[in-house]
Structures are given as structure tokens and as C-alpha cells.
């Protein structure tokens, strides 16, 4: 099992270019997030889908939209990049929705925004 | 709205030495409470996580936390401190809202020299 995977592990994009960040998993679970990870922030919610076929917002989720393609698949897309997105993105599975659920993390897209 | 307060962007231990990372929550209700941790390079994994019932959790690694809701806190200690335990920690918090939605702290990089 390869569990959380995420595509690309690096990019550089010019400001007003577009692109897509993939995330998949293979562990048959409901809810997948979008987070990113800024130095001194900790982690900051994106979006989130609590099960196939739905999204919601989270805490920062200006400037990004998400597709949930199916069970295994959640893919962040950033319409015209910006400078302020230059981040690191996590993906993260959980089995059920409930509250006492482990998040289990991907490896991590670094996104750098010139 | 609830949020985690990690005091100390860094801590350094010598190798050996007893290991404390803090953590605060503010809360109106008890809530669900974890601690993850990062290897450079890497995504996030918990360490440990308390829900209910006994409030002194024991995690991988060596690590423990202990939930005192008098003081809102959540802190990580490990005995003593590898090597290997150099990395990022983050507290998280899960309001009771039924549905899995974390809170990070900003986190708290552990530094451990020989």
C-alpha cells in the first residue's frame, strides 16, 4: 500500500500561472483535506471533503478550488498563482469523518510562486 | 473559536535529557487533543492522541502527554531525548463538532545535540 501520494513533489510557477496538485489514496477512506504549511503557522486548513461527491471550505481557501474525483482522488487547483501561495501542501486522509479520527498525511508538494 | 498555543518555536535538549514541549488549548468544552510529529522532509504521523478516558496517553517513540483540563494544556515529554527525535511537533485540536476539522498549533522544532 502506498497510502497518501501526492504529485508533483516540487514545482515553480510564474505569478498568473495555473496548476493542479494531485492527491491520491489507496487506503479506502471517507475524508480527505487540503492543508498548507507556511514557516511559523503551523498548518492551515484549505479545503476539505468529507466524503465522495462533496467539499467544503476551510480556514484559507481563497484562491484555491478542489475537485473530489472520486473516492480515492482530491486534487487542489490554483487558477492564477500568486507569490503569497509559495508554500508546502499536505494532503491528509481520514477513514470515518468522526472527531477522535488520526489524519494520515502525504509527503508534501513544495510549491514556489516567482 | 478554538485554538492551540505552542510556546516556543524551538526547543533544544541535550541527548538524554528530559524532553517537554507545551502546549495550550482554549476550549469550552473538553476537547479531542493530539500530538504529530514531522521528520524534515517529510508529512506529518501522530504520536499520540487523547479522546477520552485516561488522561496520561502514551505514544510511539517514548512520548507521553498528559490532558489536564484545570489548566487547558496538553503537554509532550519523553524521559529521554535521541538523536532521532529532532524534528517538528504540533499540538491539534478537534472541537467537539462531530466531525474531524483539526486545529494546529504553530509547532515547536526540537532540537537535540550529542
Known amino acids: 500500500n502506498a497510502g497518501v501520494t501526492q504529485t508533483p513533489k516540487f514545482q515553480v510557477l510564474k505569478t498568473g500561472q495555473s496548476m493542479t496538485l494531485q492527491c491520491a489514496q489507496d487506503m479506502n477512506h471517507n475524508s480527505m483535506y487540503w492543508y498548507r504549511q507556511d514557516p511559523g503557522m503551523g498548518l492551515r486548513l484549505i479545503y476539505y471533503?468529507?466524503?465522495?461527491?462533496?467539499?467544503d471550505k476551510g480556514e484559507v481557501p481563497n484562491g484555491y478550488n478542489v475537485s473530489r474525483l472520486n473516492k480515492r482522488e482530491f486534487s487542489l487547483r490554483l487558477e492564477s498563482a500568486a507569490p503569497s501561495q509559495t508554500s508546502v501542501y499536505f494532503c491528509?486522509?481520514?477513514?470515518?469523518?468522526?472527531?477522535?479520527?488520526?489524519?494520515?498525511f502525504g509527503p508534501g508538494t513544495r510549491l514556489l510562486v516567482l | 473559536a478554538q485554538s492551540v498555543t505552542q510556546l516556543g518555536s524551538h526547543v533544544s535538549v541535550s541527548e538524554g535529557a528530559l524532553v517537554l514541549l507545551r502546549c495550550n488549548y482554549s476550549?469550552?468544552?473538553?476537547?479531542?487533543l493530539f500530538w504529530y510529529v514531522q521528520y524534515p522532509n517529510q508529512g506529518l504521523q501522530l504520536l499520540l492522541k487523547?479522546?477520552?478516558?485516561?488522561?496520561l496517553v502514551k505514544g510511539i517513540n517514548g512520548f507521553e502527554a498528559e490532558f489536564k483540563k484545570s489548566e487547558t494544556s496538553f503537554h509532550l515529554t519523553k524521559p529521554s531525548a535521541h538523536m532521532s527525535d529532532a524534528a517538528e511537533y504540533f499540538c491539534?485540536?478537534?472541537?467537539?463538532?462531530?466531525?474531524?476539522?483539526?486545529?494546529f498549533g504553530t509547532g515547536t522544532r526540537l532540537l537535540v545535540s550529542p
Open positions: 491528509a486522509t481520514v477513514p470515518l469523518a468522526g472527531v477522535r479520527e488520526t489524519q494520515y
Open positions: 491539534a485540536v478537534n472541537p467537539n463538532t462531530g466531525f474531524q476539522k483539526l486545529v
Open positions: 471533503s468529507a466524503s465522495e461527491g462533496t467539499t
Open positions: 476550549s469550552s468544552v473538553p476537547p479531542y
Open positions: 487523547y479522546t477520552t478516558g485516561a488522561t
